[in-house]
């Protein structure tokens, strides 16, 4: 089992987050359970880091810890050379629903985040129809959450975060509760948005494909508790530009990849 641990690159220049030594322990006595255990990843300014692991490997506490809304028992985070330990704009969240705002606008709800900045209103007018454009919303721009679908609620949420230009995006199976078509969809829709933006983005998944079709680097996980076990340099970063994410699926060298991830996730 390869374990990963990278204590030497933290003095990179493009290093824009830093977890070390990450733990995460809830109860006490015969109650206590280890959740987290010695987690150590590094993440560069433009990293697309996808997290696998099977339910109940505290893929979705990482997460929580890296947003600041769970304190880690051990260890820290630092973000941009800084303690990172509660909420605050330089990470943002996307969640599996939406949460939108369901009382304003598509335009409203991408500017909420500059707006609670204090960022003019000529400012925020440009910053939402830059975004809106970016994820194809434009046209929705007035509309109520409800009255667009599933898909399009979802890029607006993506929108929202990225108009309040955190450093780092953190994705909790954002299309988990999409259909597979809208679901290719809004993969081909993020790939385009992350290289347009080069934002660092922190992306849980369950599908092993789906890590391999956006990814930069892929981490693995197993539980009992919660630790890395395992960090590959995705080699198809980048490979919904050369060709459609049916073609890269059939390739011997996906297969063979996705193979090797899938027995690495179930790997005692």
Known sequence: ?????????????????????????????SDRSEVLRDINLDMNLGDFVCVLGSSGCGKTTLLRVLAGYQPPTTGYVNVSGKRHFKPDADVGVVFQRP???????????VEF??????????????K???YL??????DAAKLLPHQISGGMQQRAAIAR??????????????????????RESMQSHLQDIWERTQKTIFFITHDVEE????????????????????????????????????SLRV??????????LVASIHQD
């Open 161 to 182: 975060t990225l108009a309040a230009d955190p450093k780092i995006v953190l994705m909790d199976e954002p299309f988990g509760a999409l259909d597979a078509l809208t």
């Open 113 to 126: 985040g500059p707006q609670m900045q204090g960022v003019s209103k000529l400012e925020r007018k440009k």
């Open 128 to 130: 939402v129809s830059y």
């Open 211 to 246: 890590a391999l079709l956006l990814s930069t680097h892929i981490v693995v996980m197993h539980a009992r508790p919660g630790r890395i076990v395992k960090i590959v340099d995705n080699p198809f970063a980048h490979g919904l530009k050369k060709q459609s994410a049916a």
């Open 1 to 29: 089992m390869e374990v990963y641990s990278q204590q030497s690159s933290s003095l990179e220049k493009n290093t824009i987050c830093q977890l070390q030594g990450i733990g995460v322990t809830f109860g006490s006595g």
């Open 133 to 138: 454009d970016m994820v194809g919303l434009i």
């Open 251 to 260: 390739t011997p060298e996906f297969i063979h990849m996705r193979e090797q």
């Open 99 to 109: 949460n939108l705002f369901p009382w304003l606008s598509i335009a409203k709800n």
